[in-house]
């Protein structure tokens, strides 16, 4: 059987057309790399080098296995780096699930930006609902999920990622929308409309909690609709919604946003990273450590820091 190393000393011989200044080359003795193709050639049962005086020149026979040899070679070595770049985490893939817009915000930034810098890494988005999200996380369908709040899963792990602003929206009409800061207490007595699908639930738990009061619970329409559909009836009239800043990049003419407020500022609402602690993807490992340094975030415990150093952004 030939081997890979025989095979580099034949191309080395053709390429520099001497058995001397090939070795010189490959840094070993010109009488072992003579011995290794001569015993190339008796196992092939055939001359691949003219030898003479001033070097060595390829038979025809020689020229023919050259050629074969150096695609065996090149595919060996992009094998090789292929490997390499699995097992570090730049090449693979990342099955990452949401369930927040992905029009704009930080979901869409960040892994445009990973994928920028990890171009041979193949990524795969899911939009499901929490529970859709949680299970496929546990069969193994998902590699990380990102969703709002920072709630505890047993048998997964989680940290905080980023935060985004909490907007209105409303109808461009609406008497709140000539406004420039609007608070909770403005809210009072608005209709609003949401879907039934995550976040609507997490939103209208945000809602209860900052309006509901003795005497007063906010009105609030739950539908089974989609995320632009909402935004399309809040067009009509008659309604006004809560979203994160992501979904300022579904454009539906009549909307506007407008930023809510407390009185320590805009409010904000947190978003977190869920994975199984036994998911042994180097991609995922690269993606938590790719984060952490976007988001000025400690590194996660255990895990070598990643050698990209992407532009940082403030959570």
Sequence with gaps: MIELRQLRYLIAAAEAGSFSRAARSLNIKQATLSRHILETEKRLGMVLFDRKTRGA?????????????????????????WVRATNNGHAGKLAVGFYTSFSAGNLRATLSEFGKYHPDVRLRGFERDRDM?????????????IMIGEAPYQGLMSRSFWSERILVAMPEGHALAQRDRIHWTDLIGE??????????????????GKLGMP????????????????????????HISIVAESALGIHVPGVVFREVHETNGH???????????????????RFLDFVATRYS?????????????PGKEPS
């Design 57 to 81: 020149t390829l038979t025809a026979n020689g020229a023919t296995y050259l050629r074969v040899a150096q695609r065996i070679m090149k595919e060996w070595e992009e094998l090789n780096a």
């Design 133 to 145: 999200l949680l299970a496929g996380i546990e069969n193994g369908l998902l590699d990380i999920a």
């Design 191 to 208: 209709r609003f409309l949401l879907m039934e699908q995550d976040p609507g639930p997490e939103t209208r738990n945000m809602l209860l």
């Design 215 to 238: 005497g007063y619970s906010p009105e609030i329409d739950m539908e089974d609709i989609r995320r632009d559909t909402v935004l399309s009836v809040i067009a009509l009239g008659g």
């Design 267 to 285: 409010m904000r609402i947190g978003f977190s990273g869920y994975w199984r602690e036994d998911n042994d993807n180097p991609v995922l490992r």
């Design 297 to 309: 975030q400690p590194p996660i415990p255990g895990r070598p820091p990643s050698s990209q150093q």
